[in-house]
C-alpha cells in the first residue's frame, strides 16, 4: 500500500504521519509538497496537522484554496481513502470535503495531552480492527478543536453513522463530544486527535496504529488476492 502525505507551509505533523505508515506500518510513504503534488498513484492520502499558512482567516481557510485541494475532491469522489488530523480536519472542512467547523476550545486555551475516545463506529476502513465501544487513548494538540454543526447537519452525522470518535471527557467543547467524522460515502475521515502519535508503545500508547491498520486491512481486501 502506498501512502501520500501532503505537506503545505506550516505542516509540522508531516514526519509523524510518514513514520506512522512507513515505519510503524511498514507501507510505502511520500512525502509531497503541495505545489507539486500529484495523487495519481497513491492508495491512500494524509493531510497531516500543524498551522498551514499560520492559521490566517481560520484555521485551513488558505491551504483550502491551493490547487492540491482539486486533486484531493476528485480523489475523495471516486473513493481514495483520505485522513486528515488537525489542521488536516480544518482543511478538509473549508474544503468542504466535510461538514461543520471548528471553533476556538471552549477555555480559549492550547491544549496538549492524551485523551480517551470512543469507536462510536467501527464499520469503516478507518475503524475496522477497532471494536465498537472500545476506548483508546490518543493524543491532542490543538486551539481550534471545538467541533460545530448546526442540528440539520448533526442529524444526518448521526442518521449516517458519520460519527466515528467521540471524546470520553469532552476537552474542548464540541457538539456531541465529536472528536472525529466522516463524509456520507466513509473514504474522508476527519478527526482532531493524533493516531500518527500513538502507534508504538513508548509514545505512551499504541491505539492509533489500529487506524492505519484498518486502512491496509481494506486495500488489501479490496485489491491483494488471497488476502
Same mark, same amino acid.
Request: aromatic content about 10%; proline content about 4%.
Given at each position: ?79 481514495? $481513502?483520505?485522513?486528515? #488530523?488537525?489542521?488536516?480536519?480544518? *482543511?478538509?472542512? @473549508?474544503? !468542504?470535503?466535510?461538514? /461543520? ?69 469532552? $476537552?474542548?467543547?464540541? #457538539?456531541?463530544?465529536?472528536?472525529? *467524522?466522516?463524509? @456520507?460515502? !466513509?473514504?474522508?475521515? /476527519? ?37
Amino acid at each position: 500500500m502506498k501512502f501520500a502525505v501532503v505537506v503545505f507551509p506550516g505542516s509540522n505533523c508531516d514526519r509523524d504521519m510518514y513514520y506512522a505508515a512507513k515505519e510503524a506500518l511498514g507501507e510505502e510513504a511520500d512525502m509531497l509538497w503541495y505545489k507539486d503534488a500529484n495523487l495519481d498513484g497513491y492508495d491512500a492520502i494524509l493531510i497531516p496537522g500543524g498551522f498551514s499558512y499560520g492559521d490566517y482567516l481560520r484555521c485551513g481557510a488558505i491551504a483550502s484554496t491551493s490547487s492540491v485541494v482539486n486533486q484531493l475532491r476528485e480523489k475523495a469522489e471516486a473513493g481514495v $481513502p483520505i485522513l486528515g #488530523v488537525c489542521n488536516g480536519f480544518q *482543511i478538509l472542512l @473549508e474544503s !468542504g470535503l466535510l461538514p /461543520g467547523a471548528l471553533l476556538r476550545n471552549k477555555n480559549l486555551k492550547f491544549m496538549c495531552h492524551f485523551e480517551n475516545l470512543v469507536v462510536e463506529n467501527n464499520q469503516t476502513l478507518f475503524t475496522s480492527e477497532y471494536e465498537k465501544g472500545e476506548v483508546v487513548s490518543i493524543p491532542i494538540a490543538h486551539n481550534e478543536g471545538n467541533y460545530y454543526c448546526d442540528e440539520e447537519t448533526l442529524a444526518s452525522l448521526k442518521a449516517n453513522n458519520q460519527i466515528v470518535f467521540t471524546y470520553q471527557n469532552n $476537552p474542548n467543547g464540541s #457538539v456531541a463530544d465529536i472528536a472525529g *467524522i466522516t463524509n @456520507e460515502k !466513509g473514504n474522508v475521515l /476527519g478527526m482532531m486527535p493524533h493516531p500518527e502519535r500513538a502507534v508504538e508503545a513508548i509514545l505512551n500508547s499504541d491505539d492509533g496504529l489500529k487506524l492505519f491498520q484498518s486502512m491496509l486491512a481494506n486495500w488489501r481486501e479490496r485489491y491483494v488476492a488471497g488476502a
